[in-house]
C-alpha cells in the first residue's frame, strides 16, 4: 500500500508555463520533503516542512515555492519552468527531524517543452 | 556532499553471487546513515539504517557495516537476484550545523545477470 503517494507520476509542461506538483501522505508524519532529481544524480533537497514550518535550502531557486494546507497534503509549485528544471520531483516524509529514516513517492518526472 | 558526477560507479554480479556496495561519507559528525535502493522510475526505497554506536546490522539478505575511524560505509547482499539491479544510494543525516538534513552519496548501479 502506497504511503506516500504522488500525482501526476508524469507531467507535461511548457516553458514558462506555472506547474503544480501534489504529494500526500498516510503515515502522519510531521515532516515533508521535496527532492529534485536529475538523471544519473542523486536526489537534492529544495525544502521541507516540519508541521507548518517552512524551511527552504540556501540553494534553492526563488523560482520553486510550496504549500502545506494540512498535515497529508503539500503541494510543489513552480512558477516559470525552465529548461533546466525538467527533472524528477521526489517527495518524502519522515515522523520527525532528525535521526529518522524518509519515505518517498515514486515521483513526479516533469518535462518542459 | 551531494553527488554531481554523471557517471555513476557501477559493479556487476552474477546471479547467486553476493554484492558489497561501498561507501565514503563526508560528514564526521553524522550519527545515522541509511541504504536506499531506487528502481528505474520510482523513488527511493529504504533498505536499512544504522547508528553509529553500531558497526554491523543485519536485515534480510543485507548487512551494513560501518567503519567510522575511516568514514565508510558498505552494504553487503547476499545470494544477489536480478531483482536487487538498480541503483543504490548511501545517505548520511548530516550532524553538526546542518543537523538533521538527508545528504545522499553519488550512487552505484548494481547489475545482475541471471
Known amino acids: 500500500d502506497a504511503m506516500v503517494i504522488q500525482n501526476p507520476r508524469y507531467q507535461v509542461t511548457q516553458f514558462g508555463k506555472p506547474v503544480t506538483l501534489s504529494c500526500s501522505q498516510t503515515?502522519?508524519?510531521?515532516?515533508m520533503y521535496w527532492y529534485q532529481q536529475k538523471s544519473s544524480q542523486a536526489p537534492k533537497l529544495l525544502f521541507h516542512?516540519?508541521?507548518?514550518?517552512?524551511?527552504n535550502e540556501a540553494d534553492t531557486p526563488d523560482n520553486f515555492q510550496s504549500r502545506r494546507p494540512n498535515t497529508s497534503f503539500c503541494f510543489l509549485d513552480i512558477r516559470s519552468p525552465g529548461l533546466g528544471d525538467a527533472a524528477m520531483y521526489l517527495c518524502?516524509?519522515?515522523?520527525?527531524?532528525?535521526?529518522?529514516?524518509?519515505?518517498f513517492g515514486d515521483g513526479t518526472r516533469l518535462s518542459i517543452l | 556532499g551531494e553527488s554531481v558526477g554523471l557517471h555513476l560507479p557501477t559493479l556487476s554480479v552474477q546471479e547467486g553471487d553476493n554484492s558489497i556496495i561501498n561507501c565514503a561519507y563526508s560528514?564526521?559528525?553524522?550519527?545515522?546513515f541509511i541504504w536506499y535502493k531506487q528502481e528505474s522510475g520510482k523513488g527511493p526505497q529504504f533498505i536499512i539504517d544504522?547508528?553509529?554506536?553500531?558497526d554491523k546490522r543485519q536485515g534480510q539478505r543485507v548487512t551494513v557495516l560501518l567503519n567510522k575511524t575511516v568514514k565508510h560505509l558498505s552494504l553487503q547482499i547476499a545470494a544477489t537476484q536480478p531483482g536487487d539491479s538498480a541503483v543504490y544510494f548511501c545517505?548520511?543525516?548530516?550532524?553538526?550545523?546542518?543537523?538533521?538534513?538527508?545528504?545522499f552519496g553519488q550512487g552505484t548501479i548494481l547489475t545482475v545477470h541471471p
Open positions: 518524502a516524509t519522515s515522523r520527525d527531524w532528525g535521526d529518522q529514516p524518509q519515505h
Open positions: 544504522i547508528r553509529s554506536n553500531m
Open positions: 560528514n564526521s559528525a553524522s550519527d545515522y
Open positions: 516542512y516540519y508541521d507548518k514550518d517552512f524551511n
Open positions: 503515515l502522519n508524519h510531521n515532516v
Open positions: 545517505a548520511e543525516i548530516q550532524g553538526g550545523t546542518s543537523y538533521g538534513k538527508l545528504t
